[in-house]
């Protein structure tokens, strides 16, 4: 199992996928009737000659906590802070989807999935917002951008 397929949880350790979906799924069956938020996020680090993503998953039990699952994808170096916004914000995307099929097959829908990512009208990704929560709101999902991207601004970035 490579890295970029292998998820973190900072009480569990080391899960598959599918052991994200369980930890979720019992998360929700202890409380079903307390409302759910489920957020995913990428943040990423460039280094030398390649850039670390980080994509977490947020479940938050609204107004009790929650719990958050992370993991690590190395890719080339982007040519460009566009292409990099671009690939964080897919692969977000991808999570997102992969997350509700996966939710969807156990029986579970009718919550709201967020993406948030990591720009902002403040700084050097300004000029790319209103692509990026474009993107993001055509296919379908609610967008946060900071600073209220918690799950992208905080949770990824702590690992990346």
């Given amino acids: 199992m490579g890295e970029g397929s292998c998820y973190h949880s900072p009480t569990l350790g080391r899960l598959s996928f599918q ?14 009737e307390a409302p759910y938020e489920v957020v995913v996020g990428t943040d990423s680090q460039i280094y030398a000659d390649e850039v670390d993503y980080v994509s977490a998953i947020v479940v938050h039990r609204v107004g009790r906590g929650g719990r958050y699952f992370w993991r690590r994808e190395k890719d080339e170096r982007p040519q460009s802070l566009r292409e990099r916004i671009y690939r964080e914000a897919w ?5 997102a989807e992969e997350l509700i099929r996966a939710l969807k097959d156990r029986g579970v829908s009718g919550f709201q999935l967020e ?8 700084g050097r990704t300004r000029d790319l917002v209103e692509e990026v929560v474009g993107m993001i709101l055509g296919v ?6 900071k600073p209220e991207a918690y799950a992208a601004s905080a949770v990824a970035d702590r690992y990346t």
């Avoid at 379908?140 to 951008?145: A, D, E, M, Q």
């Fill in 140 to 145: 379908g999902y609610r967008v946060r951008t």
């Fill in 19 to 32: 052991e994200v979906v369980d930890e979720i799924l019992a998360m929700m069956a202890a409380a079903p």
């Fill in 91 to 95: 692969l977000s995307y991808e999570t």
């Fill in 115 to 122: 993406i948030h990512v990591d720009i902002g009208r403040n």
